[in-house]
């Protein structure tokens, strides 16, 4: 009940697995025959296709016109054609996806011409928040007028078991980042920028101790448990704030960032590149040659698995994204997105969730909640038909880290039913 | 291609792994912890002790299992929390005590406070400490009759037969400190006289995470505090009382119980600080051997009070 858990920062310590991909440096992936683009690789509203079957496209034609004030553009990731453009269903919703086949001339076309306004330029490329949640970038640095960004926290923490794609990217493109970084602090007048890292990254961190010489960039060494990483718990951690509910970081005059998303915006501004590539780890233990490879968005995952060798065994799940909250990719021809970080394989053992047993109230959900709610109550609630119960017991303040579930001995699946419960609240609003 | 099968199976949703640990595991930690007084039980009074451990688990998961037949619940003897209820059930009553009065304990464990409010993780009394107390209530004269331990069986009382009724020192029959800690020549029930064998219990369980050492700590600080205020600071006095009857086995074993104690660690705290506190008042006042069983219950079913008042601020709020 002790060591399990750091009780005061809540969360759980989860094996982290990321030797498997920690040295492996970033190789690129050829472009693959077809990319297939889905419109909605960010949060808020899918964007509108611009483009129509047979026509030529190039690198960085927009394909996905932003639409409305959350949502971003989508570019192609390759030179070719318009194949086919339709319905499909990823995960568990159907979208809009425009399949493009590459004619492999890799020929460019930059976005709209370059515009004097810096979030104008954000905006164009298309991007957003490559950590997982895809929130527009741009609509991070557009402020309202009695808004400042006085902090800007670089999230660099990778919480998420087998992960190990940001770490690598800092460690390979140290000036980059750094630039990026600058580049940030004087578009925005930051006060100061603070990259929140794990302590497991050790060569990242020893490399970022010898390279930071500016005096507004700061470096918060955060332990390595999971889900440090979450926003919130972020924030927490480098300021000591903790976000209100239902408030953006803004709020707080903060402004937080991926480390892949501070390379993209530092390419967008400085080559008006949009976002056609990102770094994926692709890791577990059924596939072949775990690696971090440079990705085209779009590019079909199996493409991805065949270029690390393929599975020594049949994995019984991969998921998009890490093992606690990540999701399972149903069919191997789902694309990466933009907010892929990690695809990973779990074998049978892994993966297997015994089933589930009475609770015998050990509490360990209520202790590794990071955010202090009373999961196993809300699950008992919920389980009541107590929707009203579960609502008052704080179950929208739920951050989806999925901590409770991994830790309860009795395989009780609490996060389910949280999630089913905030489903009911919101609806019955 | 890729060379192998890929078909997605199970829940779309993470997190997609869990902890290794399970419940079972846990109560088997607990088991293990009794073996400790069981082996002092049988060092101090005898195989018979062994037996009644052995019936007495026998019953218990015996009544569970048929219980859940009868009433065509799902079976969850496997959780290994029957066994433990009888088992710490054995463990508090005398050498003497007639098997019936352990089956009609098993009986009101399982059966009465266990099943009938729900089963396991629902009662909110705990099981053995309930059924311990009720048979002294009914059951006194059978169930008290204290022996010294072997080889000279004699009747006898037990230490705390001379340190209750609002006495204020020790007296000359209460043995010293060595012997109460150990179990040398004391009467009581088999489990409770050997209070070295628990204190190995309460380090197993600590060391593997299974109880918050804060509890206990707690539980015997606030009792020893309120001891040491009686009797103004007479420190043999609250050794003496300390070390004798049922407070150091209920302090590892019945104050740490998950199912019937608040959620939160605060609440935890204050629990263990009532038992505490309620145990040394009903020792003073009432010169009730076993308080520390009125006390946790008195306690138990404080605990939805204390949950109440000691629900964390969520994050952000």
């Keep these: ?429 | 291609m890729i060379n192998k099968e890929y078909t997605s199976t199970g829940p779309f949703m993470g997190p997609h792994i869990r902890e290794k640990w399970t419940s079972q595991w846990i109560m088997q930690q607990v088991l293990i912890a009794l073996v400790f007084p069981t082996i002092a039980a049988v060092y101090f009074f005898g195989l018979w002790s062994l037996v009644m451990v052995i019936v007495s688990i026998v019953a218990c998961v015996g009544l569970e299992f048929a219980f859940q037949k009868i009433v065509w619940k799902k079976v969850t003897i496997t959780d290994y929390s029957a066994v433990i209820t009888g088992w710490l059930l054995a463990l508090t009553l005398p050498v003497t005590a007639p098997l019936w009065t352990l089956l009609i304990g098993d009986f009101i464990a399982i059966i009465v406070v266990k099943q009938l409010t729900g089963g396991i993780g629902r009662n909110w009394l705990n099981p053995a400490v309930a059924a311990r107390v009720l048979l002294k209530l009914f059951f006194s004269p059978w169930i008290t009759n204290w022996v010294t331990p072997q080889p000279d069986v004699v009747a006898t009382a037990t230490p705390l037969a001379d340190l209750g009724n609002f006495a204020r020192e020790v007296s000359p029959t209460t043995p010293d400190l060595v012997d109460l800690f150990m179990g040398f020549g004391l009467g009581g029930p088999i489990g409770e006289t050997c209070k070295f064998a628990l204190l190995l219990s309460g380090i197993y369980l600590i060391a593997r995470k299974i109880i918050n050492p804060l509890v206990p700590v707690l539980t015997l600080g606030s009792f020893y505090s309120a001891m040491l205020l009686y009797s103004g600071f007479d420190f043999s006095f609250a050794n003496a009382h300390l070390l004798s009857g049922a407070l150091i086995f209920a302090a590892v074993f019945m104050v740490t119980d998950y199912t019937t104690s608040p959620l939160t660690d605060k609440g935890k705290y204050i629990f263990a600080i009532g038992c505490g506190v309620l145990a040394a008042m009903l020792r003073i006042c009432i010169d009730l051997p076993g308080g520390i069983g009125v006390a946790i219950l008195v306690m138990n079913l404080l605990t939805p009070l204390i949950n109440k008042y000691t629900v964390s601020r969520i994050y952000g709020e």
Aim: with cysteine; glycine share 8%; net charge neutral.
């Design chain 1, 1 to 429: 009940m002790f060591v399990r858990i750091k009780r005061k920062l809540g969360g759980v310590l989860v094996p982290k697995n990321k030797w498997l991909t920690k040295l492996e440096s970033i190789k690129d992936l050829n472009a693959p025959g077809r990319i297939i683009l889905p419109m909605n690789m960010h949060i808020g509203k899918p964007a509108k296709i611009v483009v129509s079957t047979g026509q030529t496209v190039k690198i960085g034609t927009l394909i996905g016109a932003k639409d409305g004030m959350i949502s971003a553009n989508i570019h192609s990731s390759v030179s070719g054609t318009v194949e086919k453009i339709e319905q499909r269903i990823i995960g568990v919703n159907e979208v809009s996806v425009v399949v493009i086949k590459n004619d492999f001339k890799d020929t460019y076309e930059l976005p709209q011409a370059s515009s004097e306004n810096l979030v104008e330029i954000i905006k164009n490329n298309g991007i957003v928040g490559m950590g997982g949640a895809g929130f527009p970038t741009d609509v991070k640095f557009l402020l309202k007028e009695h808004q400042y960004m006085e902090t800007l926290i670089i999230n660099a923490v990778e919480c998420e078991p087998f992960v190990t794609a940001d770490r690598r990217i800092i460690i390979e493109q140290m000036n980059d980042f750094i630039a990026g970084i600058s580049m940030l602090q004087e578009m925005m007048s930051i006060k100061q920028c603070v990259i929140a890292i794990e302590s497991s990254s050790e060569e990242a961190i020893r490399n970022l101790e010898a390279k930071i010489d500016n005096e507004q960039i700061k470096l918060k060494i955060l332990p390595n448990h999971y889900p440090q990483g979450a926003e919130k718990i972020v924030i927490k951690a480098v300021l000591g704030k903790e976000l209100p509910a239902g408030k953006l970081p803004i709020d707080l005059n903060v402004g937080i960032m991926n480390v892949s998303t501070v390379f993209a915006t530092f390419h967008a501004l400085k080559e008006n590149r949009p976002l056609i590539d990102r770094v994926v780890t692709v890791s577990g233990t059924p596939i072949k040659h775990p690696q971090n490879l440079r990705v085209r968005i779009g590019t079909p995952i199996e493409n991805v698995i065949e270029a690390c060798g393929g599975f020594v065994e049949s994995p019984m799940k991969l998921i998009n994204g890490g093992p606690m909250m990540g999701k399972v990719i149903q069919n191997l021809d789902e694309p990466v997105t933009k907010t892929t970080s990690l695809i990973l394989a779990l074998t049978r053992e892994e993966a297997n969730i015994p089933e589930e047993q009475n609770c015998i109230r050990c509490s360990e959900c209520v202790n590794a909640c990071p955010v202090n709610l009373q999961p196993i109550s809300i699950s008992n609630a919920y389980r009541a038909g107590n929707i009203e119960e579960t609502k008052r017991l704080g179950v929208l303040n739920c951050i989806d880290c999925g901590a409770c579930s991994y830790i309860c001995p009795s395989k009780i699946d609490i996060l389910g039913d949280i999630r089913a419960a905030k489903q009911k609240v919101l609806e019955s609003r």
